[in-house]
């Protein structure tokens, strides 16, 4: 500022007597340091608040989340046939809680049709993963009923060890006695197929359902009891469903049902099975290395030296500490990890 400017205004304010020149000088500064500071004060009080409400969101976000997948996992989670008209297979929330949250909520994917399909099809309610038991063996027989089926039934009650059998088609009146006298003897029966048909079956979801259907109903009829764990044929990942089973799993695992793989098995799946010491020799494979066992073998009429190893593979089990047992919903299942994309 120059001395001649300085000298002009002094003159001026000695004009006024009232100062209102200086006054205002140092008035609008002041309004203005006042108009830039207390907005900026109160942006980064709000800001610290947000961010406070943002971290308090994403804890919540995790805890539900980690308690979704605790259910999905099968951690101690009771499985409950879900509310008609949910569009994530979960309970609506109640209306008059929460009702702005509706308005805002994401639709999520759309609903498959095939969800409204057998409305009858679904697991009664049961826990789910609440028994990992440790040195226990799982014998599971595909493929039944058949002529061997009473056969299996003697030498399981000889040991009196439980197992499980995933039955096949056979709508006939011997099939359905068959079906009864595993129930009977305190075994566990499951769905496995109708028609066994992989082409067939792993079609469509749609198709699944069909055939899975047609299979449980029958199983319900012949023994009263309706299953809740079934196998897939081929497994749950096989050469037939790579383009539809995760669709498959999702599906059956929103109506409730478990499904079981297998980690062992004694090799009588082929045309000609070997004798019965070479089968038994397979399923006592790796004994003891894995804790919990669930050995696949198979349940028809060409199968006689299934049958015929079936003493010595209980008892190398048996001899080796492990404890026979039924398959239930609440097993905490073997089943096959999802190959790399
Ligand atoms: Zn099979």
């Given at each position: ?11 001026e ?39 406070q ?36 297979g ?23 049709a ?6 009858e ?10 028994v ?12 039944g ?40 003897a ?47 044929p ?11 089973y ?7 695992t ?9 980690n ?7 045309r ?17 290395a ?8 198979h ?30 919903p ?12």
């Amino acid at each position: 500022m120059s001395e001649k400017i300085k000298a002009g205004r002094s003159r001026e304010e000695k004009k006024h007597p009232f100062f209102l020149g200086r006054l205002l000088r140092r008035a609008v500064p002041a309004a203005l340091v006042l108009a830039v500071l207390v907005p900026t004060a109160l942006a980064i009080g709000l800001e610290a608040s947000l961010s406070q409400t943002r971290a308090e969101l994403d804890r919540l976000q995790e805890s539900s989340a980690a308690a979704a997948g605790n259910f999905l996992a099968g951690d101690g989670g009771v499985w409950q046939r879900p509310e008609p008209g949910g569009t994530d297979g979960s309970a609506a929330p109640p209306q008059e809680t929460e009702p702005a949250q509706d308005s805002v909520r994401d639709p999520g994917p759309e609903v498959p049709a095939y969800q409204a399909l057998y409305p009858e099809l679904y697991a009664g309610e049961h826990e789910w993963n609440t028994v990992n038991k440790k040195k226990v063996c799982y014998l599971t027989f595909d493929d039944g009923p058949s002529a061997r089926t009473p056969e299996v039934l003697e030498i399981l009650e000889r040991y009196g060890v439980k197992a499980t059998f995933f039955v096949v088609g056979k709508d006939t009146e011997q099939s359905r006695q068959w079906m009864k006298q595993i129930v009977d003897a305190g075994h566990t029966i499951g769905v496995h197929s109708y028609t066994h048909t992989y082409r067939k079956i792993y079609a469509s979801v749609e198709a699944y359902l069909e055939d899975f259907a047609r299979e449980y109903h029958i199983i319900e009829e012949a023994t009263g009891v309706a299953p809740q764990i079934f196998r897939f044929p081929g497994g749950s990942i096989n050469a037939y469903n790579g383009h539809i089973y995760q669709e498959i799993v999702a599906e059956m695992t929103r109506r409730g049902f478990v499904y079981f793989d297998w980690n062992r098995s004694n090799g009588d799946a082929v045309r000609k099975p070997p004798a019965a010491p070479v089968l038994a020799q397979n399923a006592l494979d790796r004994l003891g290395a894995s804790s919990r066992v669930v050995v696949l073998m198979h349940d028809s009429k060409g199968h006689a030296t299934t049958v015929a190893a079936l003493p010595a593979i209980i008892e190398g089990y048996q001899n080796a500490g492990y404890t026979l047992e039924a398959l239930t919903p609440e097993v905490r299942p073997i089943v096959y990890a999802y190959p790399n994309p």
